[in-house]
T-cell receptor, first 113, second 116 residues
Framework: GDSVTQMEGPVTLSEEAFLTINCTYT??????LFWYVQYPGEGLQLLLK?????DKGSNKGFEATYRKETTSFHLEKGSVQVSDSAVYFC????????????FGQGTELSVKP | EAGVAQSPRYKIIEKRQSVAFWCNPI?????LYWYQQILGQGPKLLIQ????????DSQLPKDRFSAERLKGVDSTLKIQPAKLEDSAVYLC??????????????FGPGTRLTVL
């Protein structure tokens, strides 16, 4: 079945460092791809999404490009802040599966001042 | 715009007891989802409703879990009897329902269940 694989955490960075969180997927159809973020003590929030190949999703300085040829949707940010500390989840929906989100296991990011 | 509401936020019960969770989706959202998130893992779908009909309940342990969405708005998820392995965060999400492939799902704050 469809699946999402993320790089394992925790990831610890210094403030202003460059961030990459790798995400690859397996899908039988043509999925939409999402990054959700879960800040400490809060619920899941959509960070960005892309619905077709070569689309770039972006929000709050984060961006990810839907790469169909490499089945990847890596999350990047040029300069992280302490406030970016959270757990990041890559996910996909595939129309033939009724729209349910299939999540990766999550990557915890800790940014130190 | 009000978000997805869930209650209670926390619940502690003994094994073999029953528990119920409530969700109120964003107004106008036709699709409602219940996910289970075990510590250290990504959420997994339990059941999906489109209006008041079930779209997908293939991962719902039907011998102990049940869910309903009366009048296509609020939803209740019940566990009876609870097992230790049911300890998790139960997340409710809703979406417009216009395109299952591209719609954004909006999540509530979740209910953290601890089964002792």
């Amino acid at each position: 079945g469809d699946s999402v694989t993320q790089m394992e955490g925790p990831v610890t960075l210094s403030e202003e460092a460059f961030l990459t969180i790798n995400c690859t997927y397996t899908a039988t159809g043509y999925p939409s791809l999402f990054w959700y973020v879960q800040y400490p003590g809060e619920g899941l929030q959509l960070l960005l999404k892309a619905t077709k190949a070569d689309d770039k999703g972006s929000n709050k300085g984060f961006e990810a490009t839907y790469r169909k040829e490499t089945t990847s949707f890596h999350l990047e940010k040029g300069s992280v802040q302490v406030s970016d500390s959270a757990v990041y989840f890559c996910a996909l929906t595939e129309g033939n599966q009724g729209g349910k989100l299939i999540f990766g296991q999550g990557t915890e990011l800790s940014v130190k001042p | 715009e009000a978000g997805v509401a869930q209650s209670p936020r926390y619940k502690i019960i003994e094994k073999r007891q029953s528990v119920a969770f409530w969700c109120n989706p964003i107004s106008g959202h036709a699709t409602l989802y219940w996910y289970q998130q075990i510590l250290g893992q990504g959420p997994k779908l339990l059941i999906q409703f489109q209006n008041n009909g079930v779209v997908d309940d293939s991962q719902l342990p039907k011998d102990r879990f049940s869910a309903e969405r009366l009048k296509g708005v609020d939803s209740t998820l019940k566990i009876q009897p609870a097992k230790l392995e049911d300890s998790a965060v139960y997340l409710c999400a809703s979406s417009l329902g216009s395109s299952v492939r591209t719609d954004t799902q909006y999540f509530g704050p979740g209910t953290r269940l601890t089964v002792l």
